[in-house]
């Protein structure tokens, strides 16, 4: 018998299986284990045979995702048909035949046996002792294959398929696990069904208001409270593959890799066309647009994730996010009510990162993209302290700060137009509202360091989410009907209701006293506000009264009372679960599209939509989505 890590097997071929349903489900199923990765970088993978799984049941289907996907017809109802479950079932409730069914001849049926390989990717771990990648990679996960539709290609992965010899167990104990073992908690190759819908839920708020994420696809119900949780995304490369053939110094598997990643941004038509690399001419163009995309690309990204508090634990082995900034693995994916800058993930060995550190270690993955570039055109790799005034780092720099700056001016309620007139001509007044915006942002309780369920935190004290929220409706009000209008100080907040207005629930006594500074921001952080205001109206022509009203409508549906936080996600994904036996799968995602629409922060999209439509939601729904609102406001403040 071959082994599991072998490309090709001497197992035998199953039988062909008798597909019942409609015809409509034949791009699902021809997702069997293929896909061009395995032929563009074959040293990029351990292959692995699976079975099929005959205990698995549907519990969640993403239909928009799927019609998106080209998977669905456009026309298919959000119905989960008998042809629909019989084929996510043959495609994706399936295991890995791995090393330790091979040792232990562990029994197979042969028409059980499917016909093609599953690839399980190699990528740089910070859980793997040898920090360069000899052994890691997907330890649970393996690609199901890719998918093309309307010009655009797609990746599609599973978790909980298995123990692969890439897990991190596997490079601690040295030897080969058992699919799910109680032993170790890496190397189990199990998923949880919360983890699938917890991702499901957060992953397509994230997608709704604009953050890069990769999205459930499907979750499949396994016993005992497992599942296979299937993913998609338009690349699903991280960075960490490319850094596992850097630290190896494997020139031939870095170069297959990052051409590939390069050519399906192409042709998804994220990049314009680049030339092969068939010249040094060619090559010195190809890869330093790379190292330029990453720069901006991570720039971007990594601002919108301090700006909305998202954590999802950036280091430098490049591994817990996507290549394209996407995010991925949403285990310790975070979103903070506040800015609590300093919770760390506990992950057993170790603490994660914060979420100001996440600039620096985004700014370290720019750094060797760099380093990578130089490998590829030159063949000499370049030591990191030989890039330290690289380009792309001051690119890098440069997008970071534009992307903050303007994510402020977003969620204060100006429009696009207004924000870019007040980067080029008020650059004095934002910088004067940034520094007082985050001297209260910033603040940290007088309680000190505190252990959270996984972790540890050092709470902050102020919500400015309710301040951007709360401030434009008072202005406006005291502005509505005054003639003529009254003086700006006088209309103000005072020192006092502006503290009031910004304290959270974590504030302490001594937090809550008004100090000096506290005044002094708070007088400097609404002057700098009207100045803005003005300057706005000035320019286009408007009354200040006419702004804002303007930002009193559009700050709310920005700065929402209830915003999602990961301990509310954790809660809502548990009402979902804790009523799955009376929840169809369908009711499950008529239940996560209405809260999605609840958390939906674009103006233009509120406007068509108002609040989420429930009228399509049984009586028993709507008692669901009114108790995952209701978490939603009692964890708005927290983790």
């Given at each position: ?579 799955r036996p009376r929840l169809s799968p369908e009711s499950i995602h008529r239940l996560i599209q209405a809260f999605v629409d609840d958390q939906d922060q674009d103006p233009q999209r509120f406007e068509a939509r108002g609040r989420a439509d429930t009228r399509r939601l049984s009586i028993a729904e709507k008692r669901v989505l009114q108790n995952m609102r209701r978490i939603a406001r009692e964890f708005r403040e927290g983790l």
């Amino acid at each position: 018998m071959a082994r599991a890590g072998d490309e090709e097997t001497d197992l035998a071929r199953p039988n062909a299986r008798k597909r019942t349903g409609s015809a409509s489900y034949s791009r699902l199923r021809r997702i069997d284990g293929r896909h061009p990765f395995q032929r563009a970088a074959p040293g990029a993978y351990v292959a692995y045979r699976a079975r099929r799984r005959h205990d698995t049941r549907v519990a969640y289907v993403n239909f928009e995702l799927a019609r998106e996907l080209g998977l669905l017809p456009p026309e298919h109802p959000d119905r989960l048909t008998a042809g629909l479950r019989d084929a996510l079932l043959e495609t994706f409730g399936l295991v890995i035949v791995n090393e330790y069914d091979y040792l232990h001849r562990t029994p197979v049926r042969e028409q059980d046996l499917l016909p093609h390989p599953y690839m399980a990717t190699r990528y740089l771990q910070l859980q793997h002792p040898d920090k360069r990648g000899l052994s890691s990679g997907d330890g649970r996960s393996i690609w199901n294959g890719c998918v093309r539709h309307r010009g655009v290609t797609w990746d599609i992965s599973s978790c909980g398929t298995g123990v692969t010899r890439l897990s991190p167990a596997t490079s601690q104990h040295k030897r080969f696990f058992e699919t799910g073992n109680w032993i170790s908690s890496y190397g189990c190759g199990t998923a949880a069904i919360e983890e699938g819908i917890n991702a499901a839920l957060m992953a397509e708020i994230f997608h709704r208001n604009g953050i890069a994420t990769e999205r459930v696809l499907a979750v499949l119900a396994l016993p005992d409270g497992l599942a296979i949780n299937v993913r998609a995304a338009p690349s699903l490369l991280r960075p960490s593959h490319f850094f596992v053939h850097l630290a190896r110094g494997d020139l031939d598997r870095l170069r297959e890799t990052v051409d590939f990643y390069i050519d399906r941004r192409i042709a998804n038509g994220d990049w314009p066309d680049l030339p092969k690399p068939d010249s040094a001419a060619h090559r010195a163009t190809r890869y330093a647009r790379f190292a330029r995309e990453s720069a901006l690309t991570f720039g971007r990204v990594t601002a919108r994730f301090e700006s909305d508090y998202v954590f999802c634990w950036l280091d430098w082995d490049g591994d817990n996010i996507l290549a394209d900034g996407g995010i991925i693995d949403y285990g310790s994916v975070r979103q903070f009510g506040l800015c609590h800058r300093e919770y760390r993930f506990d992950d057993t060995d170790r603490f994660s990162t914060t979420l100001f550190e996440q600039r620096s270690k985004a700014r370290l993955i720019v750094q060797k993209h760099a380093q990578i570039r130089d490998y590829l055109i030159t063949g000499e790799r370049p030591t990191l302290g030989e890039l330290d005034d690289d380009d792309v780092l001051q690119l890098f720099d440069d997008e970071f700060s534009r992307v903050k700056t303007a994510r402020l001016l977003e969620r204060i309620g100006f429009e696009t137009d207004a924000c870019e007139t007040l980067v080029r001509n008020q650059m004095p007044a934002v910088r004067r509202l940034q520094r007082a915006f985050s001297s209260f942002e910033r603040a940290r309780s007088s309680r000190g360091i505190v252990k959270v369920p996984d972790g540890i935190t050092w709470n902050a004290v102020y919500c400015m989410s309710d301040v951007l929220r709360e401030l434009p409706i008072r202005y406006a009000a005291c502005l509505d009907g005054a003639v003529p209008e009254p003086s700006r100080d006088s209309w103000m907040l005072a020192p006092r209701e502006f503290l009031d207005l910004a304290l959270s629930d974590y504030a302490s006594a001594r937090d809550r006293e008004l100090t000096d500074h506290r005044a002094r921001m708070a007088r400097e952080f609404q002057r700098a506000y009207v100045d803005l205001v003005d300057a706005v109206a000035r320019h286009f022509g408007e009354s200040r009264r006419a702004i804002m009203r303007h930002l009193a409508h559009r700050a709310p549906i920005l700065n929402p009372l209830a915003r999602i936080t990961g301990d509310a996600v954790d809660h809502a994904a548990g009402q979902l679960l804790g009523r799955r036996p009376r929840l169809s799968p369908e009711s499950i995602h008529r239940l996560i599209q209405a809260f999605v629409d609840d958390q939906d922060q674009d103006p233009q999209r509120f406007e068509a939509r108002g609040r989420a439509d429930t009228r399509r939601l049984s009586i028993a729904e709507k008692r669901v989505l009114q108790n995952m609102r209701r978490i939603a406001r009692e964890f708005r403040e927290g983790l």
